[in-house]
T-cell receptor, first 113, second 111 residues
Framework: DGGITQSPKYLFRKEGQNVTLSCEQNLNHDAMYWYRQDPGQGLRLIYYSQIVNDFQKGDIAEGYSVSREKKESFPLTVTSAQKNPTAFYLC????????????FGSGTRLTVV | AQRVTQPEKLLSVFKGAPVELKCNYSYSGSPELFWYVQYSRQRLQLLLRHISRESIKGFTADLNKGETSFHLKKPFAQEEDSAMYYCALSGARPSPDKLIFGTGTRLQVFP
């Protein structure tokens, strides 16, 4: 069953902690993306990667880090430097040509406690 | 700069009424435009793409380059159409695969 799997579904973080959100896809897509979804602000791009071992900052990369060691995996770390991390995080993948639209994961809701 | 604007945060209609969710974009090249939908407790999914000129679940959207618009329309709304709708644009170099999203419009269809 092809798709994208995000885990965990819910994550609670204490202030000052780093947390890592997992994103795995078996669609053989080259490109992967992390978005943050906040009410009234739509989806904002955090980081994206078009090929293994390479990634680019999106519009709101500060306080986040990523890695792309495998084609299937694109984990996102929310660091303690991210001032307002409570949000819904969406991972997506796509072909590099981008003509067919993204496939999205089911999301991770991160709450700082 | 590339930008997608969805002017309505909320659109409420009664079942059977026509629906038009507005989307305007700014982009100097040849954009590729998409509509995504997020039903309650479901993941965001592609509804339709302008390049395929298709109709999905009764929805259509026509790209109007003169007005730089890609409005989503349905002649008769159904209760199950209630969801969050996002318009998105791609095609901007150097990353043509990167999607730029609007802020979304919540559609409420009342019985």
């Amino acid at each position: 069953d092809g798709g994208i799997t995000q885990s965990p579904k819910y994550l609670f973080r204490k202030e000052g902690q780093n947390v890592t959100l997992s994103c795995e896809q078996n669609l053989n897509h080259d490109a992967m993306y992390w978005y943050r979804q906040d009410p009234g602000q739509g989806l904002r791009l955090i980081y994206y990667s078009q090929i293994v071992n390479d990634f680019q900052k999106g519009d709101i990369a500060e306080g986040y880090s990523v890695s792309r060691e495998k084609k299937e995996s694109f984990p996102l770390t929310v660091t303690s430097a991210q001032k307002n991390p409570t949000a819904f995080y969406l991972c997506a993948s796509n072909t590099r040509q981008g003509r067919y639209g993204y496939t999205f994961g089911s999301g991770t809701r991160l709450t700082v406690v | 700069a590339q930008r997608v604007t969805q002017p309505e945060k909320l659109l409420s209609v009664f079942k059977g009424a026509p629906v038009e969710l507005k989307c305007n974009y700014s982009y100097s090249g040849s954009p590729e435009l998409f509509w995504y939908v997020q039903y309650s407790r479901q993941r965001l999914q592609l509804l339709l793409r302008h390049i395929s000129r298709e109709s999905i679940k009764g929805f259509t959207a026509d790209l109007n380059k003169g007005e730089t618009s890609f409005h989503l329309k349905k002649p008769f709304a159904q209760e199950e159409d209630s969801a969050m709708y996002y318009c998105a644009l791609s095609g901007a170099r150097p990353s043509p695969d990167k999607l730029i999203f609007g802020t979304g419009t919540r559609l409420q269809v009342f019985p």
